[in-house]
């Protein structure tokens, strides 16, 4: 690689999130079906293509009346059914979310009237019936043509049913990036107990949920052996919208990710940030266009590289805005070198958000304190004391 494609020092923290921020690509829209839209991001306004409602409803169970009381029954009217008009003095027995009839005042319901089958009167007629009581009059949520929601919205549940209500039966968004995920290293075992020289591969089971807790689709999850050559064709191979990769991410005697990305003529963005733990983190560029993100292969420095750009770096893929940082006021000390920030694994009491207590083993290769944690509390370089008011990133995966 040669040295004009090499940053020059090492990147601060703040700087890093940027960097990775300003790397990501939003794809092109893509018109799918709302069934396979959850989780995308709109590319286009929603608009009603009807009125919502798109006619007068009933609200309530009881009897949809005309004018004042008492009135003569003259029809029941179910849901999906459409009634006759209801002249002065006339009701008709109506169901939640049935059509109101033509000539509707109000609806009396069901527990404040009473009836036979000629009539039907209130069974207080000192409460009185106001006028479009438990009735929703057409266009009342919106008009054909309003804008519902804007571009950038992510489609949730709630988005899903606002637009079919308002007759869509597709939609135009951004797709979600798809990340293909690399393990590297020979010293990993699939399963059984750690031994000598070799360890437990708790990563391969994470990443795919940090992933999508990020916003991410989780594409191929594989492991790759210390060999160049394997590396090299790994990297090649994968059409991801980002490729991953954990472990290698220094420059040991067996690390092969920068060789990799030489031989691929990759350019490096990010190559190491002065950060603890995550210091060995790397994000390049290669020739397509493509990211890659190389996280360090200790767990907690690989959740902590993938916090801090990973989830920028997915968040500018689907055309989102940088995720914001929280402050809150630290519940302990954290130690951090004079010349990098430390992020720290802490749990924000969910009584009083105001508060976060750093957790208890908190090494690069620990997971203890981060599966008790729900965000990553920033402490500037120098590091930080009980009671000051620190950053803090949530962690995606303890939020979703």
């Known amino acids: 690689m040669p040295d004009a494609d090499r940053p020059q020092a090492e990147t601060t923290w703040p700087r890093a999130r940027t960097i990775a921020y300003q790397t990501g690509h939003v794809s092109d829209p893509a018109t799918v079906g709302l069934g396979e839209a959850s989780g995308a991001v709109l590319a286009t306004a929603l608009t009603a293509l009807t009125d919502l409602p798109a006619f007068d409803t009933v609200t309530m169970d009881g009897w949809a009346v005309a004018g004042p009381g008492p009135w003569r029954l003259v029809q029941q009217i179910l849901a999906g059914e459409q009634g006759e008009p209801l002249l002065p003095g006339q009701a008709a027995a109506v169901a939640t979310g049935a059509e109101s009839p033509q000539g509707t005042t109000s609806v009396l ?19 009185g019936l106001p006028e479009g009581r438990d009735l929703r009059r057409r266009g009342e949520e919106a008009r054909r043509g309003d804008v519902l929601l804007l571009p950038g919205q992510v489609v949730s549940p709630p988005v899903l049913g606002l637009a079919a209500a308002a007759g869509h039966d597709t939609l135009d968004v951004y797709r979600p990036p798809r990340v293909d995920v690399l393990i590297m290293g020979d010293e990993l075992l699939d ?7 070799s360890l437990r591969d708790s990563l391969s089971p994470q990443v795919s949920g940090w992933i999508r807790s990020a916003g991410g689709r989780p594409g191929i999850v594989s492991r790759v052996a210390d060999d160049r050559t394997a590396a090299i064709e790994a990297i090649a191979a994968s059409d991801a919208d980002i490729v991953m990769t954990t472990g290698g991410t220094a420059r040991g005697p067996v690390d092969q990710l920068h060789p990799s990305l030489d031989h691929v003529g990759a350019t490096l963005l990010i190559d190491t940030v002065a950060v603890r733990p995550g210091h060995p983190m790397v994000l390049a560029r290669m020739p397509s266009g493509q990211p890659l993100l190389g996280l360090p292969g200790n767990p907690l420095a690989a959740a902590v590289t993938f916090v801090s750009i990973g989830v920028p770096l997915i968040a500018s893929c689907r055309g989102l805005p940088m995720p914001p940082l929280g402050r809150t006021k630290l519940r302990g000390t954290i130690s951090a070198p004079p010349n990098a920030h430390r992020l720290m694994p802490v749990r924000v009491d969910d009584s009083d958000e105001t508060v976060a207590t750093p957790q208890l083993h908190h090494g690069p290769a620990m997971l203890t304190g981060l ?26 995966w303890a939020t979703a």
């Open 109 to 127: 319901r069901s527990e404040h009237g009473r009836s036979d089958a000629q009539s039907v009167s209130m069974a207080e007629p000192s409460r």
């Open 371 to 396: 599966a008790n944690a729900n965000a990553l509390a920033v402490a500037p370089p120098g590091g930080a004391v009980d009671g000051q008011i620190v950053e803090v990133l949530p962690l995606p």
């Open 191 to 197: 399963m059984g107990l750690s031994a000598s020289g």
